[in-house]
């Protein structure tokens, strides 16, 4: 069974800064393109920032440039997104996800087939 389970979510003030954590199993993923997505209450779920199988390719949202970073552990099957100076317009269950093998990274959501169950961020003013 196929799982991406996102942990590190939490309340933070606005200016402070979370760690996300996205672990895989059932499947690997080293050949695969990773993403982070967010939904907010009553959007659509938003692309956030994705990283290619090698992690030298990485894509942001306009909206989270320079404050979020992804990056990837493919040893510990583990896909990471940094989040500083977060702002308030930032809260969102947070949502991991991944390509088949052999897709580049991509803004584009309907390219990943998996997904994990989501992670609350909530920042205060």
């Known amino acids: 069974q196929v799982q991406l389970v996102e942990s590190g979510g939490g309340l933070v003030q606005a200016g402070g800064s979370l760690r996300l954590s996205c672990a895989t199993s059932?499947?690997?993923?080293?050949?695969?393109?990773m993403a982070w997505f967010r939904q907010a209450p009553r959007r659509e779920r938003a692309f956030v920032g994705a990283?290619?199988?090698?992690?030298?390719?990485?894509l942001y949202a306009d909206y989270v440039k320079g404050r979020f970073t992804i990056s990837r552990d493919n040893a510990q099957n583990t896909v990471f997104l940094q989040m500083n100076s977060l702002k308030p317009e930032d809260t969102a269950v947070y949502y991991c996800?991944?390509?088949?093998?052999?897709?580049?990274?991509?803004?584009?959501?309907?390219?990943?087939?998996?997904w994990g169950q989501g992670t609350q961020v909530t920042v205060s003013s």
């Open positions: 059932g499947r690997t993923f080293s050949s695969s393109a």
């Open positions: 990283i290619d199988w090698s992690g030298l390719t990485t």
């Open positions: 996800a991944g390509t088949e093998s052999g897709v580049g990274a991509t803004m584009d959501k309907y390219q990943y087939d998996y």
